[in-house]
């Protein structure tokens, strides 16, 4: 604790106040923009004053914190510089607190807060708005609002700190069963992969229905293969190893493809140019083979789950089944997406875009999840300390299987309930 502040200033990771007792500052692992670089050097952890609240907010006392790939973007700066974008909003503090995921307890609220309590047991979703903006008051989607925003990515004061605030609205029922960190680890990509999944009609899973889902062992994939399994379909995991192939079987996929058997990935090559082409689509040729082998029928995916972007959606275009949806919410190697249209409109297939999801739509994953009919694939558990090193392994793709959280203001990992 920095020598000018006493216990009231702030109090040490993982000891409380009493409930409600709101200490002037926190710890926080954050970014500064003079660290934009690798993640392992751009999250430092500081104390920094606690977030005042307005009266439809939330200040909720972080025990755990998801680890998600948007954070990942944010200690380098890129594609956006998260600060200047926040700054040129009017917002004055030169430091960003990430985390789009977390669990804890509701420590103070606004006076027009109704919905929760001082002492509630949360988790956090990641959609947040204005609701006074015009286009909102006027009945537009939260979701297509200019002021929709990723709350811990394109606003401040997310999960990795002692407090962090949030809009009532992101507020849901923390499953009893799961330990702090479990919870604070599914709701970003749960939601995410619901919407995927289940909310582009026709395009939702049905009983019989094959889907590609490209990293399985992923945070998404991890969340997707299981959605898939509990609506009947027949998830085919992507993965680039033997341990991540045995994880996704064991979430329940029919069968996995290991892309490292492939060597047509990236930017589609120029169709005149028949030398560069025909390698490719040989490649191609063949991984839609492995997909029909490893399900054991002849049929193509009616949804392919796509997040990976530039180096694989030449194949996602392809291998999509006639009248199928390839659909997308990420691109993590790349923005260029080369689409042979000869397949697109021959197939009449759908290139979707998807973006987090609706909070009727969290809600409905976060039932799934308090039913046990989806669980979240726990990696191991780190601390605060943590964030930098396992934003690094994810940036780097060396991160291990399933769901990464951290914890925050928890005394310890393994706790299923809360006693100051
Ligand atoms: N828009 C949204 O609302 C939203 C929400 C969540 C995530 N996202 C984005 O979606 C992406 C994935 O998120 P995540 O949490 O699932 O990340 P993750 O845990 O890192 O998983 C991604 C998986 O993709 C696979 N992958 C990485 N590079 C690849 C490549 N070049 N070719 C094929 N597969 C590759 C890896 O699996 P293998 O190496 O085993 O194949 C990895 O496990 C990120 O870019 C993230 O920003 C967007």
Redesign the pocket.
Known sequence: MPSKLTSTDVFELGTTPSLGVVPTKMYASLIRASRYGEPKDAFEVEVVDTPPISSHQVLVMVMAAGI???N??AASGKPVDVIAARQKRGESEDFHIGGSDASGVVWAVGDAVTHVSVGDHVVLC?STWDRYSPDVKAGCDPMFSSSFR?WGYETNYGSFAQFTKVEDFQCFPKPPHLTWEEASSYM??G???Y?QLMCWPPHTVEPGDPVLI?????????IAIQLVREFGGRPIA????AE?AEFCMSLGATGVI???EFDH?GRLPDWGDETSFKPWASGVRAFGKKFWEVLGERRNPKIVFE??????IPTSVYVCDTAGMIVI?????GYNADVDLRYLWMRQKRLQG????TIEQCSKLNQLVIDGRVKPGMAPVGTIEDIGAYHQQ??E?T?P????AVIVNAPSAGLTDFSA
């Open positions: 998600n790939f948007n990942a973007w990641c990723i970003l990509v939601a995410t992969a919407r490209w990293g399985g062992a992923g945070g998404l994939g991890t992507v993965v680039s190893d991540r290991d892309r490292t990935w997040h990976v972007g530039e180096s694989t919410c990420g691109g993590t190697s998807s973006h987090f999801a994810m940036a793709n991160h299987p399933g769901n990464m």
